[in-house]
């Protein structure tokens, strides 16, 4: 169920999005757009399926605590 | 090729600073592990929040009209500074997504009890997207109708919180040996006051005109020391309404409000921190989801900003909902961790880059 609506969120906003861009023909923009919107898909349907993803805060804390350390040396 | 027309004045700067930086403060506490000497930390966070905002807009004097990825690259070069470009989007994608989580912690906590969380947050995304796909002149004028409401509504709940304080509640000052003063102080001066370092990518939409970015500058310290006096206003406030158990409460604004009972009439007033809350964060997040869509599509050097926006803010959304597990390690990263990380972003770069600057000859007259 979930899955559904995340596949009628995305393609809504591929409805919304993709026309205007052929009618430009900005062929850059829609390669783009699409690589982001594929990322985000892969992110949240994972989100969605419950796999356990890695939290940026919990990375960016490391290398704070690491580059600390380099320079306090403790 | 420019990617956006907009033009803003260097007067709507004063509003989109104001809004910009209150938007997330109205709810977190600042500065708490002073203790009664927070609003004195707060003040002295204030002065060095000038400074950085003074430093930065140096930059943005000398490369009139360009944004920050555009003169990161010409002091840098094409490839380290792509990567410095990085960083600081990345940054400006981390502050949005920060504020959202406490939007959702917030509201689904004490307002919506039964809503998932990611019903608020990506309503409130799709808001700001609608925001960011009509450009910076649109975000301006909206912070030009609502932070005046936000302060009239601030200055009148601080008026009727009056009969609640008690004075002896101020006192003792500096129970905090000073490295410690020092350290907090510095802490609130990455956060909220250097956050303004968002503002690199703004000074390129009001023109080329140096005596303008000069007005603007003059705008922007003018716009900090505006939001630090509400800051310290609001840091009092909730000090002597609540007193010693200011510390233990979450959401500390809102606590004290609760509290407010005029006649019986005036009850139930702390809906006004939500509003408030509601109205600057749209402000604030729009404004750095605006900066993350643009500086993106000039790295890549689209020919428009649009595409990008929708995906970026699905990715804040989902970045919002995984990074934490509960409000407790939020708390702690935003309290701890990013000041320590938007350090370098805000004093070491801009400084870095005006001795290049000096050294290079920058900016080459042609």
Same mark, same amino acid.
């Given at each position: 169920m979930n899955i559904f609506f995340l596949l009628a969120i995305f393609s809504g906003i591929v409805i919304f999005e993709v026309p205007g861009l052929i009618y430009r023909k900005y062929w850059k923009e829609l390669i783009v757009f699409f690589l982001f919107l594929g990322f985000a898909f892969t992110i949240s349907l994972l989100a969605v399926l419950g796999v356990p993803l890695p939290s940026p805060a919990k990375g960016i804390e490391t290398v704070v605590n690491f580059i600390i350390k380099l320079i306090t040396g403790k | 090729m420019k990617l956006e027309g907009g033009q803003i004045s260097p007067g709507q700067i004063i509003f989109l600073v104001m809004s910009f930086?209150? !938007?997330?403060?109205?709810?977190?506490?600042? #500065?708490?592990?002073?203790?009664? #000497?927070?609003? +004195?930390?707060?003040?002295l966070g204030l002065a060095g929040g000038v400074l950085i905002a003074f430093i930065f807009t140096s930059l943005c004097i000398k490369f009139p009209g360009k944004t920050l990825v555009e003169f990161i690259e010409i002091i840098y070069g094409p490839l380290l500074g792509k990567l410095i470009s990085?960083?600081?989007l990345f940054y400006f994608f981390l502050l949005p997504t920060l504020t959202l989580r406490l939007f959702g912690d917030f509201l689904t906590g004490l307002i919506f009890t039964q809503t998932p969380m990611v019903v608020i947050i990506s309503l409130i995304v799709l808001i700001c997207a609608s925001a960011v796909r009509n450009g910076i002149e649109v975000i301006a004028r909206c912070s030009q109708v609502l932070l005046p409401l936000t302060i009239i509504m601030l200055l009148l709940a601080t008026i009727f919180s009056i009969?609640?304080?008690?004075?002896?509640?101020?006192?003792?000052?500096?129970?905090?040996?000073?490295?410690?003063? +020092?350290?907090?102080?510095?802490?609130?001066s990455t956060f909220p006051f250097g956050q303004s370092v968002a503002f690199l990518m703004i000074f390129a939409f009001i023109g080329i005109d140096s005596k303008k970015i000069k007005k603007a500058r003059f705008s922007l310290i +003018? !716009? +900090?020391?505006?939001? !630090?006096?509400?800051?310290?206003?609001?840091?009092?406030?909730n000090r002597g309404i609540l007193g010693a158990t200011k510390v233990i409460t979450v959401y500390p604004s809102y =606590? #004290?409000?609760?509290?407010?009972d005029i006649g019986e009439v005036l009850t139930r007033l702390e809906i006004i921190v939500a509003i408030n809350f509601l109205t600057m964060g749209f402000i604030a997040i729009s404004l750095l989801y605006y900066n993350t869509a643009? !500086?993106?599509? =000039?790295?890549?050097?689209?020919?428009?900003?649009?595409?990008l926006v929708l995906p970026i803010g699905i990715l804040m959304v989902c970045t919002s909902i995984i990074q934490f597990e509960n409000i407790f390690e939020y708390q702690h990263f935003s309290g701890d961790i990013v000041p320590l990380f938007a350090l370098p972003l805000q004093i070491g770069i801009p400084i870095l880059s005006l001795i290049i600057c000096k050294i290079r000859g920058l900016p080459k007259k042609e």
């Amino acid at each position: 169920m979930n899955i559904f609506f995340l596949l009628a969120i995305f393609s809504g906003i591929v409805i919304f999005e993709v026309p205007g861009l052929i009618y430009r023909k900005y062929w850059k923009e829609l390669i783009v757009f699409f690589l982001f919107l594929g990322f985000a898909f892969t992110i949240s349907l994972l989100a969605v399926l419950g796999v356990p993803l890695p939290s940026p805060a919990k990375g960016i804390e490391t290398v704070v605590n690491f580059i600390i350390k380099l320079i306090t040396g403790k | 090729m420019k990617l956006e027309g907009g033009q803003i004045s260097p007067g709507q700067i004063i509003f989109l600073v104001m809004s910009f930086c209150l !938007g997330p403060v109205l709810l977190k506490s600042i #500065a708490v592990e002073a203790g009664h #000497a927070d609003w +004195l930390a707060i003040m002295l966070g204030l002065a060095g929040g000038v400074l950085i905002a003074f430093i930065f807009t140096s930059l943005c004097i000398k490369f009139p009209g360009k944004t920050l990825v555009e003169f990161i690259e010409i002091i840098y070069g094409p490839l380290l500074g792509k990567l410095i470009s990085l960083v600081y989007l990345f940054y400006f994608f981390l502050l949005p997504t920060l504020t959202l989580r406490l939007f959702g912690d917030f509201l689904t906590g004490l307002i919506f009890t039964q809503t998932p969380m990611v019903v608020i947050i990506s309503l409130i995304v799709l808001i700001c997207a609608s925001a960011v796909r009509n450009g910076i002149e649109v975000i301006a004028r909206c912070s030009q109708v609502l932070l005046p409401l936000t302060i009239i509504m601030l200055l009148l709940a601080t008026i009727f919180s009056i009969p609640h304080m008690e004075f002896n509640r101020f006192m003792p000052i500096f129970e905090v040996p000073w490295a410690e003063f +020092l350290r907090i102080s510095l802490y609130s001066s990455t956060f909220p006051f250097g956050q303004s370092v968002a503002f690199l990518m703004i000074f390129a939409f009001i023109g080329i005109d140096s005596k303008k970015i000069k007005k603007a500058r003059f705008s922007l310290i +003018l !716009g +900090l020391i505006g939001v !630090g006096l509400l800051l310290i206003l609001l840091v009092l406030r909730n000090r002597g309404i609540l007193g010693a158990t200011k510390v233990i409460t979450v959401y500390p604004s809102y =606590q #004290a409000l609760r509290i407010i009972d005029i006649g019986e009439v005036l009850t139930r007033l702390e809906i006004i921190v939500a509003i408030n809350f509601l109205t600057m964060g749209f402000i604030a997040i729009s404004l750095l989801y605006y900066n993350t869509a643009l !500086g993106l599509a =000039q790295i890549l050097k689209l020919r428009s900003y649009l595409p990008l926006v929708l995906p970026i803010g699905i990715l804040m959304v989902c970045t919002s909902i995984i990074q934490f597990e509960n409000i407790f390690e939020y708390q702690h990263f935003s309290g701890d961790i990013v000041p320590l990380f938007a350090l370098p972003l805000q004093i070491g770069i801009p400084i870095l880059s005006l001795i290049i600057c000096k050294i290079r000859g920058l900016p080459k007259k042609e």
